[in-house]
C-alpha cells in the first residue's frame, strides 16, 4: 500500500505499528488448491456413475452367480426306521448317503411322528419310510409350506431312491400350500415389501425431511409405519390376491419387528454414510438375503456363505418366521424372531450411539436450519413445504411396496395354465386331427391343441415359440409316443406339458418319451439366465436417470444428456457381457450380438425413462419401475410361462421391453436368433418415441427456470479442533463458522 502523503511521519509509524505483520500462513493453514473445472466436472460424473453401476453389478452378479446351476448338498432327508433291525432302513440310509455330489445328509429317526415333527419345524425337507411289508410301497413326507422347490427337490431325490431300491412310493405332504398360493412365494412378497419399507423412506427422509432422522423422532414415526405397511401388505395378499387367510395379528407382530430391525439398521448406515447407505442397505437386504432366504431355491444348493447368513439376514429370518405362522402353527417360529429382534437392538444401539455424536449431521445431506426450511421432497425436485415432503416421504416408498407385493402377488401366487399351445403329430393329418380333438375336449382351455404336418415342422414351430410342445402320436417313425418341447425356451412352461401329457400317456397306459430339442446348458439349469441378463440391462436403463435426475439436474437438454445415455448404454453393454460370459461363465451367446443387443435395450429403456424423470422428476420412478420391471417379469415368460399368468400380461408380452430382452437373449442363446429382429423393433420403437418426445420436452424445460437445489452439507473436522469442540447451531449441526478457513492475521 502507498503512503498517505497527507501524513506526517509520526503518524506513519502509528499506523505501520497498529497493522499486524504480513505472515506467510503456516502449512497446517493453507488451502490446497481444488481440482481444475475439468477434472472436478469428470468426477462428479464418476460419482454420478459409480452409484447404478455398482447397485446392478452387485445384484445380478450374485444372482446369476448364486443361482445359474444351483446343486443341493447335505439337503437334510429322514430315514424311519432306527429303533428296529429292519434292513430297509439301514438299505434306504445307505442309498442316499451314496448319492453323488453329497446331495443328501440323511439321518435315522425313531417314528413316523419324529419324521412329521422334523418336517414341521423345517429341520429336514423331506422322510422316508421305508415299506413294512414285501410289495408295500414306501412312504415320501414332504412338507409343501417349506418352499415348493425345496419340497420338489426333495421329492425328486427321495422317489429315485426308493425306486432304485425296488419300491413304489406314495406321496404325503404333511404342509401343503394353499389354493391361493400355490406357487408358494407369499411368503417371499410379503418379506420383500417389508424390506423395501424398512430402508427406502430413509433415503427420501435424508433428502426431504432430514430433521425427522433425529432419533427421539424418527421412533415415534417408526412406531406408526410399523404398523401400517403391514396391514397393507396383508390386505393386498390376503382379501385382494387371496393368498393369504387368518393369522393377521402374528402376520402384523412379524412385520412390524421386520420393518423396525431393518429400519434401525438403515437409519444407523445412514448417519454414518449419507446417499452411500442405499448400496450397503440393498447389499445386506436384498443383494445378500434373497439367494439367503431360501424363499425361492433351497438355501443348502446355495454356496457355503449364504447358507451361514440365513441365520442372520432379515430377509431369510422374515419369510421362514412368516411360513412359520402361515403353514406349520408357529413350530420353528422363536429363532427367526430371535434374529430380527437381534437385528432390532442392535440397530437401535449403533443409532443412538452415531445419533449422540453427530446429532443432526448425515454425511451429503441437505442443510436445514429447522424443520420448515424449505427443501425438495424428493431428489432434484423443486423446493418443498413441509407438508409435502412429509407425504413425499409416505407416498413414494409406500407405492413401491403396493406395487411390488400387489403386482408380484396378483401375478404369481396361483399360476394356472391356460391356452398353451401344442402341436399334434400324427401318421396322417387326419389322424392328427381326431387326437386333437379327444385331447381338446378332455383338456379344455388348458391347452390350444393344433395340428402339425410332421415331426420336423413341429420342431420349427417349437423354436419360432409359435408353440410350446408337441405330442407325436405311438406309431409315427414306429416309435411310442413322444413328447417334443425345448427348456431353452422356457422351463416352467416344459414342465407342465410335461405333467399334463404324463398323465395322458399314463391314463391310457402308453409309454411316453421325451425330446429336448433345445436343450438348457449345465451353466443355466433354472433356465432363469436369460431373464436376469434381460433385467439388468433394463435396470441399468432406468436406474441411470434416476440417478441423473438427483445427482445431475443441470443436464437439462437432450444435447447434454444423449452423450451420456449413449456412453453408459454401450460401456455397460460390455461390461455386463463380460460379468455375465467371462468372470461367471453362465452366457454363452454370441459376444457381438448380446453387446448390441444390449446396448440398445439399455439407450432405449433410459430414453424412455428420461421422459418421465425429465417432466415429473423422481416421482416418475414408480411409474418406471411398473412398466420396465414390475409389469415386465410376469409378462416376459422368464421365470413363470406366460401362458401361467393373467391374460393382461400375456397381451403385454410382445409390447414391454423386458419381455423383448429375454425373448432376445433366450432366443440367441438357445433358438438360433428365431424372433430377435421382431424383439429389436419392439426395443428400437420404445427408443425412438422416447427420444422424440425428450426432444419435446426440452421446449417445455426451456420455459421453465432450473430447480433451486439445497447446499448439501458434508462435515470437515479440523484436524487441531476436536469434533466435540466445534460450535454448534440450534438444531445439533456444526455452525458454517466453525467450518470456514479462518483468514490470515485474525488472530492477535
Not at 455424536?357 to 426450511?373: L, R, Y
Not at 447434454?560 to 467371462?582: I, T
Request: glycine share 10%; charged share 10%; aromatic share 6%.
Amino acid at each position: 500500500m502507498l503512503p498517505d502523503p497527507d501524513q506526517t511521519e509520526a503518524e506513519r509509524a502509528i499506523a505501520a505499528d497498529a497493522r499486524p505483520p504480513a505472515t506467510e500462513p503456516s502449512a497446517a493453514r493453507r488451502t490446497k488448491p481444488g481440482p481444475s473445472p475439468v477434472k472436478a466436472k469428470i468426477m462428479g460424473y464418476v460419482g454420478i456413475l459409480a452409484f447404478p453401476f455398482v447397485m446392478v453389478t452387485m445384484m445380478y452378479a450374485t444372482y446369476i452367480g448364486t443361482m445359474h446351476a444351483p446343486q443341493v448338498t447335505d439337503l437334510p432327508v429322514a430315514v424311519v426306521g432306527a429303533s428296529s433291525d429292519s434292513g430297509a432302513a439301514h438299505d434306504t440310509f445307505a442309498a442316499l448317503d451314496a448319492l453323488p455330489d453329497d446331495q443328501v445328509e440323511p439321518l435315522m429317526v425313531a417314528t413316523v411322528a419324529e419324521a412329521r415333527a422334523l418336517l414341521d419345524s423345517q429341520d429336514v425337507a423331506a422322510a422316508i419310510a421305508p415299506p413294512v411289508l414285501d410289495g408295500a410301497p414306501a412312504t415320501v413326507y414332504v412338507a409343501g409350506g417349506g418352499g415348493a422347490s425345496r419340497a420338489q427337490t426333495a421329492r425328486t431325490l427321495a422317489v429315485s431312491t426308493t425306486t432304485g431300491l425296488g419300491w413304489s412310493a406314495e406321496i404325503e405332504d404333511v404342509a401343503p400350500l394353499p389354493a391361493g398360493d400355490s406357487s408358494g412365494t407369499v411368503a417371499l412378497f410379503a418379506a420383500m415389501g417389508m424390506m423395501l419399507a424398512g430402508y427406502v423412506p430413509i433415503s427420501i427422509m435424508m433428502m426431504g425431511t432430514p430433521h425427522l432422522l433425529r432419533l427421539r423422532r424418527f421412533l415415534p414415526a417408526l412406531a406408526g409405519w410399523a404398523v401400517a405397511v403391514p396391514s397393507v401388505i396383508y390386505l393386498l395378499l390376503g382379501p385382494v390376491v387371496g393368498g393369504v387367510a387368518g393369522h393377521y395379528w402374528e402376520f402384523l407382530g412379524v412385520g412390524a419387528l421386520t420393518i423396525s430391525a431393518v429400519a434401525l439398521v438403515q437409519l444407523f448406515f445412514t448417519k454414518l454414510a449419507g446417499p452411500l447407505a442405499v448400496l450397503l442397505g440393498m447389499l445386506l437386504l436384498v443383494v445378500l438375503g434373497m439367494p439367503a432366504s431360501n424363499l425361492a431355491l433351497p438355501v443348502e444348493s446355495m454356496p457355503g456363505f449364504f447358507q451361514a447368513a440365513h441365520h442372520v439376514l432379515p430377509l431369510p429370518a422374515a419369510g421362514e418366521a412368516l411360513r412359520s405362522i402361515l403353514y406349520f402353527d408357529g413350530v420353528g417360529l422363536a429363532p427367526h424372531l430371535i434374529t430380527l429382534g437381534v437385528g432390532l437392538v442392535v440397530g437401535l444401539v449403533l443409532a443412538a450411539v452415531v445419533d449422540r455424536k453427530n446429532g443432526d449431521v448425515i454425511p451429503v445431506a441437505s442443510k436445514f436450519e429447522d424443520a420448515d426450511t424449505p427443501l425438495p421432497a424428493l431428489p432434484g425436485g423443486p423446493l418443498r413445504s413441509k407438508k409435502m415432503r412429509y407425504f413425499a416421504a409416505a407416498a413414494f416408498p409406500g407405492t413401491l411396496v403396493v406395487l411390488v407385493v400387489g403386482l408380484m402377488g396378483f401375478t404369481m401366487h396361483a399360476p394356472t395354465v391356460r391356452d398353451m399351445p401344442v402341436a399334434v403329430v400324427g401318421q396322417t393329418s387326419e389322424l392328427a386331427g381326431q387326437a386333437a380333438a379327444g385331447l381338446q375336449q378332455a383338456l379344455g382351455d388348458v391347452v390350444d391343441l393344433r395340428v402339425a404336418d410332421s415331426v420336423a415342422a413341429a420342431d420349427e414351430a417349437i423354436t419360432q415359440q409359435e408353440v410350446v410342445a408337441a405330442f407325436v402320436l405311438p406309431g409315427v417313425e414306429g416309435q411310442d409316443a413322444v413328447l417334443r418341447t425345448a427348456s431353452g425356451a422356457g422351463m416352467a412352461q416344459q414342465r407342465a406339458a410335461s405333467t399334463i401329457f404324463t398323465q395322458i400317456a399314463d391314463a391310457q397306459g402308453m409309454s411316453l418319451q421325451q425330446v429336448d430339442v433345445a436343450a438348457l446348458t449345465q451353466d443355466d439349469l433354472q433356465g432363469s439366465n436369460s431373464m436376469y441378463v434381460a433385467m439388468a440391462w433394463v435396470m441399468a436403463g432406468f436406474l441411470l436417470c434416476s440417478v441423473l435426475r438427483g445427482g445431475a439436474p443441470h443436464l437439462r437438454t437432450m444435447q447434454q444428456l444423449l452423450p451420456v445415455l449413449l456412453g453408459w448404454a454401450v460401456g455397460m453393454s460390455v461390461w455386463l457381457w463380460f460379468l455375465f460370459s467371462v468372470l461367471i461363465g453362465a452366457v454363452h451367446g454370441n459376444a457381438w450380438q448380446l453387446i448390441g443387443f444390449g446396448a440398445v435395450t439399455i439407450l432405449a429403456v433410459s430414453l424412455a425413462t428420461a421422459v418421465l424423470t425429465r417432466t415429473i422428476g423422481m416421482a416418475g420412478v414408480p411409474i418406471a419401475t411398473l412398466v420396465m420391471m414390475l409389469a415386465g417379469v410376469p409378462a416376459s415368460g422368464g421365470g413363470m410361462s406366460i401362458y401361467m399368468v393373467p391374460e393382461l400380461f400375456r397381451s403385454l408380452h410382445g409390447v414391454l421391453p423386458l419381455a423383448a430382452a429375454t425373448d432376445a437373449v433366450r432366443s440367441l442363446t438357445y433358438l438360433g436368433g428365431t424372433g430377435v429382429v421382431q424383439n429389436l423393433l419392439v426395443i428400437v420403437a420404445w427408443g425412438a418415441v422416447g427420444l422424440l418426445v425428450n426432444v419435446l420436452v426440452d421446449r417445455y424445460l426451456a420455459t421453465r427456470p432450473p430447480h433451486p437445489q439445497p447446499e448439501r452439507f458434508m462435515p470437515q473436522r479440523s484436524s487441531g479442533t476436536p469434533a466435540s469442540t466445534l460450535p454448534t447451531g440450534a438444531d445439533g449441526t456444526t455452525s458454517d463458522a466453525a467450518l470456514e478457513p479462518e483468514p490470515t492475521g485474525a488472530r492477535s
